[in-house]
């Protein structure tokens, strides 16, 4: 709810701050006292248009904040921390407007687009009135109010995707399929080649480096043989030496057993370089095969698009768009029986969700029309009108348009809502709406803006009937010009005009029955307050305290 609005220079209003209750709360004044200001105030703080035309004269910039409360599990916390936002259970939005038109929008004092500021705004606000009705006046909104009034929960959506899934699935299959047909004999070709190519996996690195190697094999095996000659003579100058040794006897043993070590060391020395020399003279490991692979190598990855160690998987690519060349009317059949299967059971939760949408547009309808006569509304029709869409625009929803429909004079053809209906019509048909739909919709507040414009008498006394049961579940914020209406608040406050030269807005806060009495007189016999009207409405407020008892603590 609503808890808190602050003002600073906007038109007449230089500082003020109301403090809002929950139930049905009354802004009451003469015209022009400024109570429109307060609710463009609030639209600003709710990501409305800007204007610089709002900052009073005088100031540099006109700031309004609105500060709301919210249960935990309210989506606006959801789209807060969708976009990173912290909160602590108190949501406080907030708009500059400076002397030059540039605006700043702040949702708990961190910088947010105007964008995100209304769609925070219209979690928490609806306003009802003669210019605003929100999403009401909006068709594609009234698909999911009445979704939401039904309390249907189905599983479309996933529906859809699967659906949408396996059509994009045989599509792709199909352009594949389409394509592999204009390109199979190049397709059998290249693989046929790949295949007597038969390239290996890691095979160019291994080419490279034996590539090196045989570069630089005459230097090595030179190098090889020269050691080798070397140490051969070394070890033939061991076995001499031991010879020499054996004959003196035991005072050489310890030099023997070094000597002989070292002999077999520079054994295994000389049997490594015959390894490797081996090694180098093996068959097909010459420069001139190698080079001549690589080569081969390379003008198939050229021809296929692809790098030489992509070859092995580009020949596994070439398998399978033949493959699927081969099994192709398969694959179509298996992947077009999945797509009718998905359609069938998105068209059966499609039926099933549109049997109770109409069940519960009928019973709309029904709640409606006897809501309408005693707004002044009995000649006047509301419909909910269900059509089947054609089935290029179904989507994760179903496939019904669902639109609210009125004709406001007997034998008219219903239409729109905001064609059909003046200003005052409107906002009487959102009411009834909303009476019957209270607990459709996320918004904790609901403003309503001349909802009694052009009516009185037991008219406005419905309608603040009306106001009055819908703010058992709702804040309701009711700007009005009706006695009627404003006897019911729990709430009341009266917008004024004060000053000569600098006439300024103040909203005052109406305490205990007799200032309330007061201004419900003032309504009802204009300047001049008369006994009478003082009389009327002190019944009029006994009336209500009657009705909902003295200890509920609503009226005052």
Known sequence: MLARLSIHNVVLIEKLVIEFRAGLCALTGETGAGKSILLDSLGLALGGRSDAGLVRKGADQAIVSAEFHAPQDHPVFALLDEQGLTHEGVLVLRRVISRDGRSRAFVND?????????????????????????????????????????????????????????????????????????DEAYLRAALEDIDELAPRAGEEEALTTLRDRLMRREQIVENLNAAHAAFTEAESAIISGLRALDRSGDDAREIVTLSEGASAQIGEALAGIEAISADLEEGGHDLQTVDDRLFALKGQARKLGCLIE???????????????????????????????????????????????????????????????PPLKLDKARFSTSIERKDESEWGPEGFDRVRFLVATNPGAEPGPLGKIASGGEMARFMLALKVIMAEVGTAG????????????????????????????????LV??????????????????????????????????????????????????????????????????????????????
């Open 110 to 182: 961190q910088s947010v687009s105007v964008g995100l500021l209304k769609s925070v705004g219209d979690t928490l606000v609806e306003i009802h009135g003669q210019f605003e009705t929100q999403g009401l006046l909006n068709p594609a909104t009234h698909r999911a109010l009445l979704d939401d009034y039904a309390g249907l929960s189905h599983r479309l959506p996933t529906l859809w995707g699967e659906w949408r899934n396996a059509r994009d699935e045989l599509e792709a299959a199909r352009a594949g399929v389409e394509k592999a047909r204009v």
């Open 445 to 476: 507040s609901l403003i309503f803006d001349e909802v009694d414009s052009g009516i009185g008498g037991s008219t406005a006394d419905a309608v603040g009937e009306r106001l009055a049961r819908l703010a058992a579940a709702r804040q309701v």
């Open 479 to 556: 700007v009005t010009h009706s006695p009627q209406v404003a006897a019911r608040a729990g709430s009341h406050w009266i917008v004024m005009k004060s000053g000569q030269d600098d006439v300024t807005t103040t909203v005052i806060h109406l305490e205990g029955s007799r200032t309330r009495r007061e201004e419900i007189a003032r309504m009802l016999s204009g300047a001049t307050i008369t006994d009478e009207a003082r009389a009327a409405a002190g019944k009029l407020l006994e009336a209500e305290e009657t009705l909902h008892g003295s200890g509920t603590g609503q009226l005052r």
């Open 310 to 372: 992509e070859l092995p998987e580009k020949r596994d690519e070439l398998a399978r768009q033949l493959n699927l060349i081969e099994r192709m009317d398969d694959v179509l059949a298996e992947l077009e029986g999945k797509v009718f299967s998905a359609r069938k059971a998105f068209v059966a939760e499609a039926e099933w969700v549109s049997e109770g949408r109409k069940a519960a547009a009928e019973r709309l309808d029904r709640l409606v029309a006897m809501e309408l």
